[in-house]
């Protein structure tokens, strides 16, 4: 295919060029030596395919040139093979890097949601333990349910928080009325499970523990969101940067590549590197189709950005975490303050047996216990203990570095052609390879090598 000379494209001082390649050619007349070297070393392909000797007339159909070669036909498709391989391995190893980072902050994001939670769990239980030891063995199993709900929707689940919460006051109210608000009701009247059923149903319409589980399922949604969102939009991530893996290489990329990479050797050359310029203008070809993600990639590190700061505003995560205690002690002692109206409103609409006195206890929804693992020990939780200020410090530390990471990738897909070209690949040196000749480096544009 004809190059297309780009206007302003560098002139090479012909006479140098001359000088070097004749030496090249002088040099190499007898041997195909080095070129057997390094089509062995690179593992291109078997080795008896590189002749000894420069063959005067050859059949390529890339790295054509005047003068005798050390390529054939059968190195090129071992060449076109070799350099697809390498260049897919390289972009797949500057993909793995962020996939990691992201797979790792992600996983790192979850382990302290998990610790928030059980800490959280742990308070709240102490509370119930300590405070109100008449019904804390039957309502355990009802903390536990809650904070199930809300491990589950921070890892994504379908889950609503203000109707997991409103439950978990639901299956409290049977509990709060017959063991605080009425303790000796059970000696007096058939508690069974439609009574318990009726009391679950019309709780929020008697509203016993005035505005707090409201406020409660408020501050819970909006502070679970933003880690929600971050944790899904982490995983979202991870599939973009698995598309990468699937990424293939047109034919015209891959003659292209062996233009640059692999064209010299056929002429002796196994020294010489491909120009910066020649480099960037090929490999951007190659992945015109992967610098599309680049605005894309923009926006979703934009949102990233944002998720973050908004979690990390006044650590509002953790604060609303740490008041589930607090809120649901304030419910509790509401009940207790409002007991004898809500008793009077339960009679009316529930009404009470009079039968023979029971031992039957109260019943309630069969709970499944849950109890939210941690990669760390759960602390003690003492009803005035707050979340060790270590822990705040380590997840203040963790949102920085991801902030950090992010705005150092934001520009990836952008700037992956830049990074093919960096390191051994290619030099800014006096002399580098144009993908026709040896020419004097230059930070000029380059011929363009394919459409």
Not at 74 to 82: I, L
Not at 182 to 200: F, H, K, V, Y
Not at 372 to 386: E, F, G, H, I, M
Request: hydrophobic fraction near 40%.
């Amino acid at each position: 295919m004809k190059e297309i000379l780009i206007p302003g494209a560098m002139k090479v001082k012909q006479s140098a060029v001359i000088f070097f390649a004749a030496t090249v050619i002088d040099v190499d007349a007898y041997s195909c030596h080095e070129v057997r070297t390094a089509f062995q070393l690179r593992q291109v392909g078997p080795l008896h395919r590189v002749p000894e000797t420069p063959v005067p007339e050859t059949d390529l159909m890339v790295c054509k040139h005047q003068g005798p070669s050390c390529c054939n036909r059968k190195m090129e498709e071992s060449y076109q093979f070799a350099v697809r391989r390498d260049t897919l391995h390289n972009i797949h190893s500057y993909s793995y890097e962020l996939e990691h980072l992201i797979s790792g902050h992600s996983d790192a994001f979850q382990d302290m949601f998990q610790y928030l939670l059980s800490f959280s769990q742990g308070h709240l239980s102490s509370l119930l333990e300590g405070t109100y030891t008449s019904l804390s063995r039957h309502a355990l199993p009802h903390v536990n349910q809650l904070f199930s709900s809300l491990s589950h929707y921070l890892r994504g689940a379908n889950v609503s928080v203000e109707a997991s919460v409103h439950q978990f006051f639901n299956n409290l109210f049977p509990l709060v009325y017959t063991r605080l608000i009425n303790p000796g009701i059970e000696g007096s009247m058939m508690m069974g499970s439609e009574m318990a059923d009726c009391l679950r149903m019309i709780r929020q319409d008697v509203n016993p523990f005035g505005p707090h589980p409201a406020v409660m399922a408020q501050e819970l949604a909006g502070a679970l969101g933003a880690g929600r969102q971050l944790g899904l939009a982490l995983e979202e991530g991870l599939e973009v940067m698995n598309a990468t893996e699937h990424l293939s290489l047109s034919k015209e990329c891959v003659k292209g590549l062996v233009k640059m990479v692999y064209c010299s050797h056929c002429r002796g050359l196994t020294l010489i590197k491909p120009c910066m310029g020649y480099c960037l203008n090929v490999m951007r070809g190659c992945l015109a189709s992967v610098s599309e993600l680049d605005q894309p990639w923009r926006r979703y590190t934009n949102l990233l950005e944002q998720l973050t700061h908004t979690m990390a505003g006044h650590h509002s995560l953790e604060l609303a975490l740490l008041g589930v205690r607090g809120h649901v002690n304030e419910a509790l002692m509401y009940a207790q303050l409002h007991g004898p109206l809500i008793t009077a409103t339960v009679d009316k609409v529930c009404g009470l047996s009079t039968g023979e006195p029971t031992s039957m206890q109260p019943t309630s929804p069969e709970v499944t216990s849950f109890t939210v693992t941690s990669s760390s020990p759960l602390p003690s939780a003492a009803p005035s203990k707050p979340l060790p200020e270590q822990w705040l410090g380590q997840l203040a530390h963790l949102r920085r570095e991801f902030l950090m990471y992010l705005q150092r990738y934001k520009s990836f897909f952008a700037a992956l052609p830049e990074m093919l070209c960096e390191g051994e690949n290619v030099v800014d040196d006096s002399t580098c390879w144009s993908g026709d000749d040896v020419v004097e480096s230059s930070n000029s544009l380059w011929p363009i090598p394919f459409p």
